[in-house]
């Protein structure tokens, strides 16, 4: 008897070792990661670290108009301002859409006032940019406003690993060149472009495609990635344009 239990016990150890040794592989990739999900125009979910970050909620609204709404849940939801299109309230989560620096559910998240227009705030007032560090990346989020970056803007958002931009053009968003400056000012490791059409443009929407932004972003490497985006904590500093849909 007590042999069949010691070659169980071999057979056993021996087949569970490497499943745990995966299994425990695993587990540190995950906690090491992050998963983006798109759900178009600038709206984007980033989950990593224990927290979810939802940027950008908005109504099916202009130049939305047609997409699915993201009415989930997150942990924080990070608007660049109370429009429609980019700040709805819809989603259920901690909102904050104004400038400050804030603590909540672990995380550090800064958030400074720029110009939603290219008249220094006189049409259209100011959007807010997003900074925050979240699972082993520092993010910066610029998914609305049009005015160039200043040098203490430059010093507050820092080298993002992942930066988030707004690169369809019209009155309020970056076009592509302008995009296309700031990441080149910024040089972060991951560009992952918003705001922009994809496909027609509905009724009164000033926005164009991405491919102005790509075009103006020269040989710098692009990836179509689809509805979701996996990202490690040690990213290459080659800076490359993940393209969602």
């Not at 927290?51 to 909620?57: A, G, I, M, R, Y």
């Not at 080298?159 to 076009?175: E, F, H, Q, R, T």
Request: glycine share 12%; net charge positive.
């Amino acid at each position: 008897m007590s042999s069949i239990f010691h070659d169980l016990r071999f057979m056993f150890r021996g087949a569970l070792l490497p499943l745990l040794l995966v299994n425990a592989f695993s587990s540190a990739a995950l906690a090491s990661s992050v998963r983006i999900t798109s759900y178009g125009h600038s709206s984007l979910l980033i989950k990593g670290g224990g927290k979810s970050v939802l940027l950008n909620p908005f109504k099916a609204v202009a130049c939305a108009q047609g997409l699915r709404e993201p009415r989930i849940r997150a942990n924080i939801i990070l608007a660049s301002s109370d429009l429609a299109d980019e700040g709805a309230k819809i989603a259920k989560g901690i909102f904050f859409s104004k400038p400050g620096s804030y603590r909540v559910n672990g995380l550090k998240l800064e958030g400074f006032s720029v110009p939603h227009d290219r008249f220094g705030g006189r049409r259209y007032g100011y959007a807010t940019y997003w900074k925050w560090r979240q699972a082993g990346l520092n993010f910066a989020h610029l998914g609305s406003g049009v005015a160039p970056l200043t040098g203490e803007d430059k010093v507050l958002l820092g080298k993002p690993d992942v930066l988030i931009i707004g690169v369809g053009g019209g009155a309020k968003v970056y076009n592509g060149n302008e995009a296309a400056k700031v990441v080149n000012e910024l040089k972060p490791k991951r560009v992952i472009p918003v705001h922009y059409v994809r496909g027609t443009a509905p009724k009164n929407c000033d926005q164009t495609g991405v491919q102005p932004f790509l075009d103006a972003m020269d040989d710098t490497e692009v990836r179509k990635v689809g509805k979701n985006l996996f990202l490690g904590s040690n990213l290459s500093d080659k800076t490359i344009v993940n393209v969602m849909h």
